[in-house]
């Protein structure tokens, strides 16, 4: 029934919320079939473990509920702003590393863009990466953009957090020595985009950016076997937590961009606006997800309806509710 053990375990911590480290070993030992002594133990305190990150966690965001919206705006503010002049001060090389850590499809990537397009119009000295990136990858995009004035931008390459290889490449690109040295000695041979080979080693001077969907804070508390990897990078770079927990967070946020004037270049106008927000604000909770996207097809949806209320409101339940709420 259970791929795993610890899967198993997890199921079974889930029936007995309320027991204690010892009575889930007991448990263990008692349900799961073969399950050693250790095992148990091992599997009772990491689930204990996680239960209390989720506690912590469900009791911070309880304490953000009762924040107003200028508040949350105020705070939000300021957290873009930082974010914009690290960026900037990454790009120019004066910061050797920056995590920009929070949720998908508010504001992260685009700030980040900004301030890399501001400094390589050309993009002949920095790079933006998408996606999965293997350890053999990172270390030929390192060589590749390893002098001064390079910028390597990973973006929701998420997957490279999980690679005990990855981390240690990069643990070395955003070390705190005067020279930074990244070695690879596997068998693996590597050649560049030319087909010349690389070194086993070199050095390397260039500025590394992640924008990430990873809640470092909330993985570390949590504990693993990947913890350790997770607060090493946090100690190398320049961490900064947009700081959007709740679906209010969210909903002020899209408010904010959109104000800003996110919808204009859709044509849409003040009173469009309003009853785009509006409509976002009051059903926040059925839509599929809250996020700037949101926003930007509700504009595509409301000129292609041309403007008909009623047409714009079944559309985009039909389109961007959640099956249950439709």
């Given at each position: 029934?259970?791929?795993?053990?610890?899967?198993?375990?997890t199921a079974l911590a889930q029936e007995f919320p309320q027991a204690t480290r010892k009575e889930l070993v007991a448990i263990f030992k008692q349900s799961i079939p073969g399950i050693s002594a250790g095992a148990a133990s091992t599997y009772a305190s990491a689930v204990r473990k996680e239960a209390q990150a989720n506690l912590n966690h469900i009791e911070a965001m309880a304490e953000r509920e009762v924040e107003s919206d200028e508040s949350i705006r105020d705070r939000l503010d300021e957290r873009f702003d930082v974010i914009e002049d690290f960026a900037a001060a990454s790009c120019r090389g004066d910061i050797r590393s920056l995590i920009v850590s929070g949720p998908a499809g508010l504001g992260k990537t685009y700030t980040v863009e900004k301030a890399r397009d501001e400094y390589d119009p050309a993009e002949t000295k920095s790079i933006m990466v998408k996606g999965m990136i293997r350890p053999t990858g990172l270390y030929l995009l390192l060589h590749e953009y390893r002098r001064k004035g390079n910028v390597i931008i990973l973006d929701d390459a998420?997957?490279?957090?999980?690679?005990?290889?990855?981390?240690?490449?990069?643990?070395?690109?955003?070390?705190?020595t005067a020279k930074r040295v990244i070695s690879w000695r596997s068998e693996t041979k590597m050649v560049d985009a030319d087909g010349e080979p690389i070194d086993k080693s070199f050095e390397f001077e260039g500025t590394v950016i992640f924008i990430s969907n990873l809640d470092f804070d909330r993985e570390i508390e949590k504990g693993g076997k990947m913890s350790e990897h997770y607060v090493a990078l946090q100690s190398r770079s320049f961490f900064i937590d947009c700081d959007m927990k709740t679906k209010r967070d969210y909903i002020v946020r899209i408010k904010q961009v959109v104000e800003g004037g996110m919808l204009r270049a859709k044509g849409i106008d003040a009173h469009a606006q309003k009853i785009i927000l509006n409509f976002i604000e009051d059903n926040s909770e059925k839509f599929r997800e809250l996020t700037l996207r949101l926003a930007l097809k509700m504009a595509d949806t409301w000129n292609m309806v041309n403007g008909d209320v009623k047409k714009f409101e079944s559309r985009c339940k039909v389109t961007m509710f959640s099956p249950k709420h439709q």
């Open positions: 029934m259970y791929a795993t053990k610890k899967d198993h375990a998420d997957s490279i957090f999980n690679d005990v290889d990855a981390l240690n490449l990069l643990k070395a690109a955003l070390d705190t």
